[in-house]
């Protein structure tokens, strides 16, 4: 538990409040989460139980969370989900399991939302830009997905396709972090919001029905205003189903995208009708002197031959089969022995990490890790601002242990010299650094350990 409300309180960016948070348990059941939103106040977190079902049967929104800070999360460490769906019948209208308003953040974790109902799919989306009844400007803080499952929507998990929308709606900041989602529409849709930084990471996406991620820029000072993009260690296929469309597209609009994308350590198998498609895969439209995406270790597999690369930056990429253990039931394990499993920017595995399973016992230079020496997950984590890491050496010896930005830039050495054998660990504090992925990285004699760990602030 105590694990548990840290990793929640960073999330919000709230670690430094924890007194004044009201942590509210919902009982399992039908419409006692909806009433749970209904009755929240800002910076409320919603605790369901693991394997337990929340259901709604009136409303066709779970909640509306505008002018508020809401997190909702599993008890335990999210291994075992919370379900939740939508009974309600849409009639003319759609169901969403959420709308998300002015001045509204939404916090997911450990949660599945499954749109089905007895195999007869009723909701539309997981997670709607939401203007109120009628159009006015607004800004939603924040929606983060993390460690969530999402299945069978009608529509888009994150949606802002409305054209009301545009001129209207900015969303600053978008993640979705270890989350499975499948038989959805577009994973991220923003063509007609605008947003400032969008991060999907350590994801698997597969039998989505149009695009992966769409964005437009539209922003609610008609001027046209794009986000840092990061898609890193995530594996798409089967894509664009019902509509084939590219998986990746930055649309191309009045004004130029004006901030870096970057494409890495992923793995994209599979659009609609590949051999005959004219859709690329990978669309990086009018950017900034068309130089502004990095798309490096990657792994392409029977998408449109069609390629718009521009002036951006490439480099690394391999097409090859990436040998999935068993697509078809949602299994995206890399074979044994794949180079797939040592092509990523740190030499370890590219695509979602969960089906890198086999990379345990391949080495940087091709011979067994030596287990002896442990790198482990920085605690928080997330974390705002400050987390530990701990690792162990089996001797002594020289060690330099140090934090890189998605960019591949040194941000900090944390640990440097010759260090005993046995247990060690060292406080980061990202206090000075902006919210975002980072790595960090423990590299010693003949052995090298790199872990992803998320600042939110």
């Known amino acids: 538990m105590k694990r548990m409300l840290l990793f929640v309180m960073a999330a919000l960016g709230l670690a430094g409040y924890a007194a004044a948070q009201n942590y509210v348990d919902v009982a399992p059941g039908d419409g006692t989460l909806s009433a749970a939103i209904a009755a929240a106040n800002d910076g409320d977190i919603l605790r369901l139980l693991p394997e337990a079902e929340y259901t709604e049967s009136v409303n066709k929104t779970i909640g509306t969370i505008a002018e508020k800070t809401l997190g909702i999360y599993v008890e335990g460490d999210g291994s075992v989900k919370a379900r939740v769906k939508i009974l309600t019948d849409p009639g003319e ?106 991060l999907v990471n350590n994801s698997t996406l597969y039998n989505i029905t149009s695009y992966g991620i769409r964005i437009n820029g539209n922003s609610d000072t008609q001027r046209f205003e794009y986000p840092e993009v990061t898609v890193d260690h995530t594996t798409w296929y089967n894509m664009g189903l019902g509509d084939p469309r590219e998986i990746i597209l930055t649309e191309k609009a009045t004004a130029l995208f004006d901030k870096p994308i970057y494409i890495t350590n992923s793995i994209f198998s599979t659009q609609t009708n590949w051999e005959t498609s004219t859709k690329t895969a990978l669309n990086i439209k009018t950017t900034l002197n068309d130089n502004m995406a990095v798309i490096t270790n990657i792994c392409m597999w029977q998408l449109s031959a069609k390629k718009n690369w521009l002036k951006h930056t490439v480099r690394d990429t391999i097409r090859m089969d990436p040998g999935f253990a068993d697509p078809a039931n949602g299994d995206f394990t890399l074979p044994a022995g794949s180079p797939l499993l040592t092509y990523a920017d740190n030499k370890g595995p590219i695509g979602d990490r969960r089906w890198a399973a086999n990379a345990s016992a391949v080495a940087q230079n091709g011979a067994a890790l030596p287990e002896a020496f442990v790198l482990a997950q920085n605690y928080p984590n997330p974390f705002n601002p400050a987390t530990t890491i701990a690792f162990s050496l089996s001797k002594a010896q020289t060690i330099t242990l140090t934090v890189y930005d998605t960019r591949g830039r040194r941000m900090k050495v944390l640990a440097q010299g010759r260090y005993g054998a046995g247990d060690h660990q060292v406080d980061f504090s990202g206090a000075d650094l902006p919210s975002g992925v980072y790595f960090y990285e423990l590299t010693g004699e003949n052995f090298s350990r790199t872990k992803k760990m998320l600042l939110v602030k």
């Open 93 to 198: 209208g759609t169901c969403q399991f959420f709308n998300v308003g002015n001045n509204g953040k939404l916090i997911l974790y450990g949660l599945e939302f499954d749109g089905a109902v007895e195999g007869v799919t009723k909701v539309s989306y997981l997670a709607r830009c939401y203007m109120g009844e009628t159009p006015a400007p607004t800004f939603i803080k924040k929606i983060f997905v993390h460690n969530c499952n999402v299945m069978n929507l009608k529509g888009n998990v994150l949606d802002g396709a409305g054209t009301s929308l545009a001129g209207n709606v900015v969303v600053d900041t978008t993640i979705i972090n270890q989350c499975i989602i499948h038989n959805t529409g577009t994973v991220v849709h923003y063509k007609y919001v605008g947003c400032n930084y969008i």
